[in-house]
């Protein structure tokens, strides 16, 4: 497997073993520990004179290595881990790298913005929650010496887009590291590693599962920042099962495909909502008047299957709307291959005080969308039917 192999490539053949029998892929080593013939063997391994298999929690299961290699392979990384969600993966890397303080600029997922305003503070480590519109405090909440820069790009639900060498070069100046959440994008579309981010962040939930038949996270980066992420997955127990790690490497091998299928749909359907009467705004980086259309294009080769759409209307309005469509399905998540509408007030930003989403311009007459694999004309006459019904 060579490095500059193409995406789709890699995607196919990084991290594969073959085993004995010949399988193309590599097996489910479905068990929890590992056996040796002799001390001296285990010890090898224990004491790290032998790359080996040892216990799967410790992340030592050759599945788990695999789906691994794949992963690291995608984001141009030397390593990876993958953990039993995104969730897990962020707060590994909360606290194996953000000690000192984490920062999150601009809208992230509600569990994201719940864990750091409401849990790290409980156990001593400062969080600085700053809003899009607070990009420009940056330095001065840097000033105060926290070791983490995270954020999304583009965020949730609101679809903002960050400029992530203008921030990976301020923030890289304080000596805070930069993680960024690349799910909506997936690595297909955007490459942060590239961009100057030291670790991208996953919920392999999302478009790396693409089937919504898995949760995971991952996270890749330098192999010097990803080991010291390692000890805090092993003890805190948050390992991704070998079965899981199977079906991601399965999923991982289409997700070109997938990613750019739902690329194209998703510009088609927010072309089609951009000029109807009942639509306040469409929030979708590929339209040529989306405010930030340029810095998307700046960092992202495709913009994804994620959109939100302001109806003209109250919360209510909005939920007769979801309500009436029959293709789309009302479920948080997205990536996967049925389309899914959720309004982030009923769901993905529930936990947020009213004025907080306010704050944040997530408004009540809110729907995101995730666009999955369905033909676009069919998902355009949902969406008109179900319009009609306001
Ligand atoms: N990051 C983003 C952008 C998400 O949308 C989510 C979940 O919706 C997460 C992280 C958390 O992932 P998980 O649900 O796999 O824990």
Not at 209 to 230: F, R, V
Not at 320 to 325: A, C, F, N, T
Not at 343 to 352: A, E, I, M, S, V
Request: proline fraction near 5%; glycine fraction near 8%; include cysteine.
């Amino acid at each position: 497997m060579k490095k500059n192999h193409d995406l789709s490539t890699r995607c196919v053949h990084a991290g594969e073993v073959r085993d004995a029998e010949g399988s193309p892929h590599t097996p489910i080593y479905n068990t929890s520990t590992f056996g040796f013939r002799s001390t001296a063997e285990l010890l090898d391994v224990v004491e790290g004179r032998r790359q080996g298999n040892l216990y799967t929690r410790y992340g030592m299961n050759p599945t788990i290595r695999s789906v691994e290699a794949k992963l690291a392979s995608l984001e141009n990384a030397e390593s990876a881990l993958v953990f039993a969600s995104g969730m897990a993966a962020e707060s590994a890397l909360f606290f194996a790298h953000g000690r000192k303080g984490i920062v999150c600029l601009g809208n992230a997922y509600g569990g994201t913005l719940a864990l750091l305003a409401d849990q790290f503070p409980l156990v001593g480590i400062p969080t600085y929650l700053l809003l899009g519109s607070e990009a420009g405090r940056l330095e001065e909440v840097l000033k105060k010496g926290p070791s983490l820069v995270f954020f999304e790009t583009p965020t949730n639900p609101t679809i903002e887009i960050f400029d992530i060498r203008e921030i990976c070069r301020i923030s890289h100046s304080y000596g805070a590291l930069v993680a960024v959440d690349n799910t909506f994008a997936s690595p297909v579309n955007q490459q942060v590693l590239s961009l100057g981010a030291d670790i991208a962040v996953h919920s392999a939930t999302k478009y790396l599962g693409g089937h919504s038949d898995l949760t995971g996270g991952a996270l890749m980066g330098p192999k010097e920042l990803i080991e010291t992420i390692a000890p805090w997955r092993k003890n805190l127990g948050q390992t991704m099962a070998p079965e899981v790690a199977a079906l991601l490497s399965r999923s991982l091998r289409t997700l070109p495909i997938r990613v750019e299928r739902q690329n194209k749909t998703a510009q088609a359907v927010a072309e089609a909502m951009r000029d109807h009467p009942k639509i306040t705004r469409v929030l979708y980086p590929g339209l040529p008047d989306f405010p930030q259309h340029e810095l998307a294009r700046s960092q992202m080769s495709g913009f994804g299957g994620m959109l939100t759409l302001e109806i003209d209307g109250s919360a209510e309005d909005a939920t007769k709307v979801i309500d009436s469509l029959e293709l789309f399905i009302i479920a948080p998540s997205l990536g996967g291959p049925e389309s899914l509408a959720t309004q982030p007030k009923t769901t993905t930003h529930f936990g947020l005080t009213p004025e907080e989403r306010l704050k944040r311009g997530i408004t009540d007459s809110m729907i995101r969308f995730s666009i999955g694999m369905e033909a676009a004309k069919d998902l355009i006459e949902d969406l008109h039917s179900a319009l009609k019904n306001l």
